[in-house]
């Protein structure tokens, strides 16, 4: 009897024992995850023009930003939002640093102002803070984008997954270079108007700066009255 129990629980353990081990080996094996791929930028700006961000600056330039909404999609569809409200237009650059990056986006012109839209969660990718790069400001927390975006001068790949990367400059890069500096600047560069390609909007008359009169010296001994 003892011998025929030994048998019949050997015969169960080797049953089970299979059965063990693939579930052993299912739990081992990794899970595909689906791989995300980084188009790359598209520099005529003639194609896609619904993800083109056109800045028409106070110097009477016009600068082109692709935007890529493969890489960072909410970020790029609240800067179309925000642009298509015209909530940049008359909005200055308001931190500028030499050899680093433009800043913009706040109203209040301080680096403290933002939108009425809730914050962003970030969307950090692998793509290179390069010259040209845009990329969304935000405060010590990672999910506090709204507004905010900068223009790096030259590379700085220590942003690089920090911030969201979201577009590239690619029209009128020496324009950029050319905004005032400062934080903030004594005379600062000024968003006159930021709009969708696809918009065809005409590229702003600057606001007409009359000349100061021309005091003579007659005037400048004439008698004070009252």
Known sequence: ???SSLALAAAAMTAIAPVAASAQEAEAAPVEQPRRVFVPINYDANEDRDNILLLDLSTGERVAIRLMPEWAPDHVERVKTLAKQG???????H????????????????????????????????????????????AQSEDSANSQFFIVFYPRFNLDKRYTNFGRVISNMPAVDAI???????????????SIASENKPVPTAPRIEAEPVIGLDELSAPIEN
């Open 180 to 194: 005032a500096r400062g934080e903030p600047p004594a005379n600062p560069t000024r968003i006159l108007q930021a």
């Open 1 to 3: 009897m003892l011998k």
């Open 87 to 93: 909530f940049y237009d008359g909005v200055i650059f």
């Open 95 to 138: 931190r500028v640093i030499d050899g680093f990056m433009a800043q913009t986006g706040d109203p209040t012109g301080t680096g403290q102002g933002g939108s009425e839209l809730p914050d962003l969660e970030e969307e950090f990718n692998p793509m290179p803070h390069v010259r040209g790069t845009v990329s969304m400001a935000r």
